[in-house]
């Protein structure tokens, strides 16, 4: 990319120290050299060069600005160097929120996107509180449930799924409930959103809420992670992703109960739509939407 015009032909004018020759190199004609010299006089509110008939000079403020003009030549010439670089090869930082339990569906993946992406740094912020991308700053947020009216820019990814689980201990002590009628008898736990302290509800695949509703909590936790560890402990039965559960389930610490009311969700990555320029942004939201819940 050119260095800006006007230090330019302010240059060119100082190195040849006339506006003809000035005017030849830079392939202007003279009226149009002296007229972007006259504007950037008038911009900045000194005399640049003094004119005469037989020379032209600089001014001491002239002299000052030659000085500082090749140097800020030297930082355009950097910059614009950095930019077609990052445009070329995603780089930089990128800030994501996250909720809480996110680095169980991320961490597996992030090995992969550093060796394609190996000059993008990452700043993860799990919390399960909303956010304001645009005031603290963040880059993109991954986020379920339904959108905002924001105004802001955004992708579903794979679904995964929401079921009921419960330790083997908990159900030979309790057995195991024949409906979703038979939850309101069972120990349950909730969580509990800590942006606005509502209890997260069981979207049963039957759509049946009074039963969950009607019973008092055993356990309310304003952490995901801790709601799987008192599911594990034998505390009661808990409604949460399979992301989150997996390890369990697959150990025999959990079992899923009633199957038949699983259902789907997912999250949505989001982001301010003045920022899908940077190619480091686009370069994770491709890599997540291919790979986050792919499974």
Known sequence: MEDPPSLVTFVTVAETLSFAAAARRLGLSPSATGKAIATLEAQLGVRLFTRTTRRVSLTPEGELLLGRARR???????????????????????????????????????????????????????????????????????????????????????????????????????????DHAALSGHRLIRFRHPDTDVLQAWQLASGAQAAIEEATPHVICSNIEAVRAAAVAGLGLAWAPDFLMRDALETGQLQIVLPQETIEAAFWMLWPSGRYGSTRLRAFIDFAASHLFAA
């Open 72 to 178: 800020l030549q030297d930082d355009w010439r950097e910059t614009t160097a950095l930019l077609s670089a990052s445009a070329s090869e995603p780089q930089g930082l990128l800030r994501i929120s996250l909720p809480a339990a996110g680095y169980r569906f991320l961490a597996p993946h992030l090995a992969a996107f550093a060796q394609t992406h190996p000059k993008i740094r990452l700043d993860l912020d799990f919390d399960d509180r909303i956010r304001d991308l645009v005031t603290e700053g963040f880059d993109l947020a991954i986020r379920s449930g339904a959108l905002p009216d924001s105004g802001l820019m955004s992708r579903r990814l794979p679904p995964f799924r929401l079921s009921v689980y419960a330790a083997p201990s908990y159900l030979a002590e309790c057995g195991e409930p024949a």
